[in-house]
């Protein structure tokens, strides 16, 4: 089938220099094996980042506007196929606004089909197949970006849920494991297995989240995409920072869309200011930690809303609340007293600190 059966971006050609923004009306669609189609208000997506993008964090992140997809953290088959309860744990309520793909992460296709039929029943939209997670404990079982090194198993890997599904299935890949020599290799076999999309992150497995994203190499991948007849969307990862990034990689990769990982937990509004939006104010960055906060305590008690704030401090500079306050930053992540905590972010929504 050509491309525009299969997935087609539609983003106007980005702006240069520092003042430009991804259009607010930019739209990219996915279509599944069957016809099935998929669209995205655009093409900035919030990337699956286990023990971040629980549905509490990405609901605040998306109602703070800008993001035109997300997808959960992986869920890892291993051992026997998912169910349909665990499934929607990860996926939170089915959205009509922002869609959120769910996230599996296999060695193999063995238990696959059953699990994304689970993940059908409970409304995810499509399906996301993780071979980029570079931690040990997953690439020494033969997961993750452990394929990257095996293009034979991604593909069958990545054919056994297309044919097991009517939903549109994407694929998330770093460039290699050492080097990116099998890149090219890689793309072609995610796209002649029937996959929708493809996300590559510009790293390597090697590379820690620290290393420079390298996004020469997100310029290669879309030229191996180009060479094949379906011309699926790709989405760049990797070295997004600040809002200004989103445009920049737009225009100096080629790419179709964006996706951010840890600059969210840094900054939620980055989705909304390459939208054109303002940045936030110092009130308005602690009001987000306080419900942030309260949300993940309904859910996970006291113990898990201090685990999770401090996370977010860990990060945190939406609004430069931490502008040279580090002594503040640090002290927090220090204190195991939750209340504390919010008080000190209660104090600056009123203008206090």
Same mark, same amino acid.
């Given at each position: 089938?050509?491309?525009?059966?299969?997935?087609?971006?539609?983003?106007?050609?980005?702006?240069?220099?520092?003042?430009?923004?991804?259009?607010?009306?930019?739209?990219?669609?996915?279509?599944?094996?069957?016809?099935?189609?998929?669209?995205?208000?655009?093409?900035?997506?919030?990337?699956?980042?286990?023990?971040?993008?629980?549905?509490?964090?990405?609901?605040? #992140?998306? &109602?703070?506007?800008? +993001? =035109?997809?997300?997808?959960?953290?992986?869920? %890892?088959?291993? @051992?026997? $196929?998912?169910?349909?309860?665990?499934?929607?744990?990860?996926?939170?309520?089915?959205?009509?606004?922002?869609?959120?793909?769910?996230?599996?992460?296999?060695?193999?296709?063995?238990?696959?089909?059953?699990?994304?039929?689970?993940?059908?029943?409970?409304?995810?939209?499509?399906?996301?197949?993780?071979?980029?997670?570079?931690?040990?404990?997953?690439?020494?079982?033969?997961?993750?970006?452990?394929?990257?090194?095996?293009?034979?198993?991604?593909?069958?890997?990545?054919?056994?849920?297309?044919?097991?599904?009517?939903?549109? #299935?994407? &694929?998330?890949?770093? +460039? =290699?494991?050492?080097?990116?020599?099998?890149? %090219?290799?890689? @793309?072609? $076999?995610?796209?002649?297995?029937?996959?929708?999309?493809?996300?590559?992150?510009?790293?390597?497995?090697?590379?820690?989240?620290?290393?420079?994203?390298?996004?020469?190499?997100?310029?290669?991948?879309?030229?191996?995409?180009?060479?094949?007849?379906?011309?699926?969307?790709?989405?760049?990862?990797?070295?997004?920072?600040?809002?200004?990034?989103?445009?920049?990689?737009?225009?100096?990769?080629?790419?179709?869309?964006?996706?951010?990982?840890?600059?969210?937990?840094?900054?939620?509004?980055?989705?909304?200011?390459?939208?054109?939006?303002? &940045?936030?104010?110092?009130?308005?960055?602690?009001?987000?930690?306080?419900?942030?906060?309260?949300?993940?305590?309904?859910?996970?008690?006291?113990?898990?809303?201090?685990?999770?704030?401090?996370?977010?401090?860990?990060?945190?500079?939406?609004?430069?609340?931490?502008?040279?306050?580090?002594?503040?930053?640090?002290?927090?992540?220090?204190?195991?007293?939750?209340?504390?905590?919010?008080?000190?972010?209660?104090?600056?929504?009123?203008?206090?600190?």
């Amino acid at each position: 089938m050509t491309g525009a059966a299969q997935g087609t971006s539609h983003h106007a050609p980005p702006m240069s220099g520092a003042s430009a923004i991804v259009p607010a009306s930019s739209t990219l669609t996915i279509t599944g094996p069957t016809g099935r189609a998929l669209s995205f208000p655009n093409g900035v997506f919030l990337a699956p980042m286990e023990g971040v993008t629980d549905p509490v964090f990405r609901d605040l #992140v998306i &109602a703070l506007g800008g +993001v =035109g997809g997300a997808i959960t953290e992986f869920i %890892r088959i291993s @051992v026997s $196929a998912m169910s349909a309860k665990v499934v929607k744990r990860y996926l939170g309520p089915p959205r009509d606004d922002t869609p959120v793909g769910v996230q599996f992460m296999a060695a193999d296709e063995q238990h696959l089909p059953a699990s994304i039929a689970a993940a059908e029943r409970v409304g995810a939209p499509w399906i996301d197949l993780n071979f980029g997670c570079p931690v040990p404990v997953v690439f020494n079982k033969c997961a993750g970006s452990a394929l990257l090194g095996k293009p034979e198993v991604l593909a069958r890997i990545v054919r056994s849920a297309v044919q097991s599904t009517s939903l549109p #299935v994407s &694929a998330k890949i770093r +460039v =290699g494991i050492d080097a990116p020599t099998r890149l %090219r290799e890689i @793309v072609a $076999a995610v796209v002649e297995a029937g996959a929708a999309m493809l996300t590559v992150h510009a790293r390597l497995r090697c590379q820690p989240y620290t290393h420079p994203a390298t996004w020469e190499w997100l310029a290669i991948a879309r030229e191996e995409r180009d060479r094949h007849a379906r011309r699926i969307p790709l989405i760049g990862n990797g070295g997004v920072d600040v809002p200004r990034d989103v445009p920049r990689m737009f225009a100096e990769t080629g790419c179709d869309g964006v996706m951010i990982g840890r600059a969210a937990l840094a900054d939620p509004w980055i989705f909304s200011q390459a939208a054109g939006g303002p &940045a936030p104010t110092v009130a308005q960055a602690a009001d987000f930690a306080l419900r942030y906060a309260a949300a993940v305590e309904a859910v996970r008690g006291r113990r898990g809303s201090l685990a999770k704030l401090k996370q977010l401090v860990r990060y945190y500079r939406a609004g430069g609340i931490f502008a040279n306050a580090e002594d503040e930053r640090i002290r927090l992540l220090r204190c195991d007293d939750l209340d504390a905590v919010r008080a000190w972010f209660s104090a600056r929504t009123q203008g206090m600190a």
